[in-house]
């Protein structure tokens, strides 16, 4: 298990590169299952696995949201 404070600038990071590699029409809503699944795929997954009060995922979500402009959706 990961520390949460080593998993937070990590996951923002790898937020904007996924991001990045996305086609982005007008409209566009970054999606973070989509965004989970890149992570496993790529070998990244560690980085959800921290202890937290809330799920991991869902703290993952919101710094992944932030980091992508989506907090209007929390």
């Known amino acids: 298990m990961m520390k ?11 937020a904007r590169a996924w991001a990045n590699t996305k086609e982005q029409p ?3 809503h970054p999606c973070f ?4 699944s890149w992570l496993q795929a ?3 997954g560690h980085y959800l696995n921290f202890r937290s009060v809330m799920p ?3 703290v993952a979500e919101q ?3 932030q980091e992508l402009g989506q907090t209007w959706r929390n």
């Open 4 to 14: 949460k404070s080593e998993c937070e600038p990590a996951i923002r990071h790898l």
């Open 26 to 28: 007008p409209g566009w």
């Open 33 to 36: 299952g989509e965004f989970k």
């Open 42 to 44: 790529k070998g990244f």
């Open 56 to 58: 991991a995922s869902d």
């Open 63 to 65: 710094w992944f949201d």
